[in-house]
């Protein structure tokens, strides 16, 4: 007869939740190793918990929702100009509300030689919707409690994240569609990297739902502007620009959103922004709203030529050359109403 | 501390391991089963733990009291069931009561204006009272012997499994049963555990899965969603709440069973029901054949005249209304029920339906439409927002259908239709059809079975997180 020890065993081995747990494990662990890894750097939560404890420590901050998050880097950025760091403090379906801005502004190191925000201005990102649900408010009201666990237990525990349906079907395939694989960089910078194109749902979405009830709202235009004006007195460079997207989305925004680009440059520029028309016809759009990596890293670099060209142009004598236009009805506060463009 | 979360998982891991070691002594164990539910309840908020302390010494005084001193039985039984009841109207109904007097008296031109008063609700609260005035209406009827051994009473009172959302379970079933030392078979501790993993894959995938969907539609206080929607909308929330509490209900028997003991089954295939008294011998058995012995029958059932078993009914489907909830919506939930059972009783449809060919069929459909009528009630957050639906829900057209996974979520589309595919399999199917399946081979691989279950849970849980019959 076999020994007491080898029959416990056996019996423990033979028990059926025994071998129930063993082989979900075994299941869990080829789901999770087999799912698409399109994820890459920083887990979820640290990247958005980090980008909410940015305190002045930054020269250059780019904002705004998700294109922005998407289109700036700021690795790319400092590569062309002379900043000491640079850092994107996009967040999915911003809007600018007077909290965001504050926390925008907290992140700009005021001690810096050239303090500097970049805004990405989408129509989305004016209207009361992205001002009351998006992912800051959403980050900002998370328990902090929830990364008591080290980074190495975050990034396993989010292999074992729920999927949709969609997803786990994909798991059983043998042979899987090109990857959009996305890293999470501790810049604050969303660098996505997909062969595959589809503009349809998210064009669609925007022409049929997102507009629905939630146009562009002037106050939170004139609140911006504001907010623009107290930055350029304290000596901080406002930029905006026009997020680069496919042109198909930007005429859907245009005739949806309540949007009118001149008079939003118009009413920035009194503020003392300065407006950045860049070219962008040469970049990827893969889901019909957000630009690729590498077409963010070219953009990036155009972005920063342009901030470097502008800065070269104005420590000259005067604002002449690239300065365009100079209005005669200029703010009694002594702002140059500036329309400033690349030279091509 | 929610079912579904890690400090209930370290709380049973350490409960079960104290408990397997533990000397097999009935004293030890329900003190240890005492201090754990207490710890368990008090994790939400511990002053509700003198709310349960208190009630439940008053009933364990009081049956102690009805059986030695027979003159005082009937004072003592009407204090146990007072100061259950008070807590309960104090907590659960009081700000319901004050709106609708403010309401009613504004309607008629005063203006009373009595000032609301707004009191946590003690988690469970619903649940654990009506298992406490069971103890004693059952010593008063002698049908049970009270206990003296203050442990041994709430050990039955506060179990942790199903202290706060049920099944609710008699003193004369589980009182002896504590008495007894019971070390669970492999048998039985299988049977736990899969019960425990169906009730979080019924809870995480199914119900977690449907609740953005129906909660976003019933968000708008009148609906504005196409008819299509809004009746899928309604089996989602019919699925949900089903899922949602059978899935409690189902890992509190399986946790009860690895402690070796067998709470009854509280949900019978209530979709399956071919009348609405059927549909209430299946539906949260333990609360309805609460009603029916303490409400129902001691009004006198259906002994009597026609009128007066009409009135029992709607008596009794009123207050089980109330009961879910302090609100109108609930008592007119509770009303479809009894008006379905009246016109039942009256013209006695399912008896007839069922005689025609694929008439057990139709009288399923027929009774599962009534069900969904009530749950639009159950659902809503006003009456308003509940005839809404109906309307709605009537003026039946095809628009939108083709945008319905869209609308719904295409997670919780797939998963609508393969529970519907499931439930249908099980009900075309006999049990005789089904035990054909359980062939040995299959039943050696039913391991495998439930280690798909738990991976799904896994991996295609839902965002939602609160147990529906938590708020009652």
């Known amino acids: ?344 | 501390m929610h079912f579904v979360s890690l400090d209930f998982l370290v709380f049973c891991g350490l409960f079960f391991a104290l408990w397997k070691f533990l000397k097999p002594n009935v004293q030890v164990r329900w003190l240890l089963l005492t201090t754990a539910s207490f710890i368990f309840y008090g994790w939400w908020n511990w002053h509700f733990l003198l709310l349960i302390v208190a009630s439940g010494l008053i009933d364990f005084l009081a049956a102690l009291g009805i059986q030695r001193y027979p003159t005082y039985q009937k004072f003592l039984l009407i204090l146990s069931l007072a100061s259950n009841l008070s807590s309960l109207a104090v907590f659960k109904y009081l700000a319901f009561f004050i709106t609708s007097t403010n309401s009613l008296a504004t309607s008629v031109g005063y203006d009373v204006g009595i000032p609301l008063v707004s009191l946590t609700l003690p988690v469970g609260i619903s649940f654990y009272t009506f298992q406490s005035m069971s103890y004693t209406i059952d010593v008063y009827r002698g049908k049970l012997e009270p206990t003296r051994n203050v442990l041994h009473f709430f050990a039955y009172l506060s179990m942790f499994p199903q202290l706060v959302a049920g099944p609710i379970v008699r003193a004369s079933d589980l009182l002896p049963s504590l008495r007894e030392v019971h070390v669970p078979s492999s048998e039985q501790r299988w049977a736990g555990f899969r019960l425990i993993c169906f009730g979080y894959f019924k809870k995480m995938v199914i119900a977690d899965q449907f609740a953005p969907a129906v909660n976003s539609v019933f968000s708008a206080p009148v609906m504005t969603t196409s008819s299509p929607v809004l009746w899928t909308i309604m089996i989602m929330f019919a699925i949900q709440i089903y899922c949602d509490f059978s899935g409690y209900t189902d890992i509190a028997r399986g946790l009860a069973k690895w402690m070796g003991y067998d709470f009854p089954v509280n949900f019978n295939r209530p979709y399956e029901a071919v009348s609405m008294q059927d549909f209430w011998r299946r539906w949260h058995i333990s609360l309805s054949s609460w009603f029916r012995d303490y409400v129902y029958f001691p009004l006198g059932g259906s002994r009597g005249s026609e009128f007066k078993a009409h009135q029992n009914a709607w008596i009794t489907m009123l207050l089980s209304g109330l009961w879910h909830g302090a609100a109108w919506t609930f008592i007119a939930w509770g009303a479809v029920h009894a008006a379905c059972l009246s016109f039942e009783r009256v013209t006695d449809w399912p008896r007839k339906l069922s005689a025609w060919r694929g008439g057990t069929i139709l009288c399923r459909v027929v009774t599962f439409l009534l069900v969904l009528v009530g749950w639009v009630f159950f659902r809503a957050e006003t009456f308003t927002q509940a005839v809404s639906a109906l309307a709605t829900m009537v003026r039946f057209n095809t628009e939108h259908l083709d945008q319905l996974s869209k609308t719904v979520g295409q997670s919780a589309f797939d998963i609508l239709l393969l529970t519907l595919a499931y439930g249908l399999m099980r009900s075309l199917s006999t049990a005789q059809t089904f035990e054909r399946f359980r062939v040995p081979l299959l039943h050696r691989l039913e391991p495998v079975g439930v280690a798909v279950i738990i991976t799904s849970t896994v991996f295609l849980r839902g965002p939602g997180h609160s147990f529906v019959y938590f708020q009652f």
């Open chain 1, 1 to 344: 007869m076999a020994p007491r020890s080898i029959r416990i065993s056996y019996q423990w081995v033979s028990d059926r939740i025994t071998i129930t747990i063993v082989v979900s494990v075994m299941l869990c662990v080829t789901f999770a190793t087999r799912r698409e890894h399109n994820h890459t750097g920083l887990s979820s939560d640290r990247f958005w918990s980090t980008k909410l404890e940015w305190s002045k420590n930054t020269d250059l901050v780019a904002c705004g929702d998700s294109r922005v998050l998407n289109a700036v880097s700021p690795s790319a950025i400092e590569s062309v100009l002379p900043v000491v760091n640079a850092r994107n403090f996009g967040f999915s379906g911003a809007g600018y509300s007077a909290e965001y801005l504050e926390a925008a502004g907290r992140v700009v190191d005021p001690k810096s030689k050239q303090p500097t925000v970049i805004l990405g201005i989408t129509p989305h990102s004016l209207t009361p919707g992205a001002c009351l649900r998006n992912t800051y408010i959403e980050e900002k009201n998370k328990p902090s409690a929830r990364l008591a666990h080290g980074d190495a237990i975050d990034r396993t525990l989010f292999y074992f994240r729920p999927m949709d349906t969609k997803q786990f079907r994909r798991l059983f395939r043998v042979s899987r569609r090109s990857k959009q694989l996305t890293r999470l960089n501790p810049d604050g910078w969303r660098a996505v990297q997909t062969d595959h194109v589809d503009h349809n749902d998210v064009i669609e979405h925007y022409r049929s739902k997102l507009f629905e009830n939630n146009t562009v709202d002037w106050s939170i235009v004139d609140s911006l502007c504001q907010t623009v004006y107290l930055w350029t007195s304290k000596g901080i460079r406002v930029f905006a620009f026009r997020p680069p997207t496919c042109t198909e989305m930007e005429a859907v925004e245009n005739e949806r959103s309540g949007f009118n680009e001149d008079k939003f440059i118009r009413q920035f520029e009194q503020g003392g922004g300065i407006w950045l028309d860049l070219t962008s016809s040469d970049l990827t759009c893969y889901d019909g709203s957000h630009i690729n990596r590498n077409s963010a890293k070219k953009f990036s670099r155009r972005l920063a030529e342009a901030i470097s060209d502008y800065g070269k142009h104005t420590d000259d004598a005067g604002s002449a050359g690239l300065i365009s236009d100079v209005s005669e009805d200029a703010s009694p506060v002594s702002r140059i109403r500036l329309t400033w463009k690349r030279q091509q």
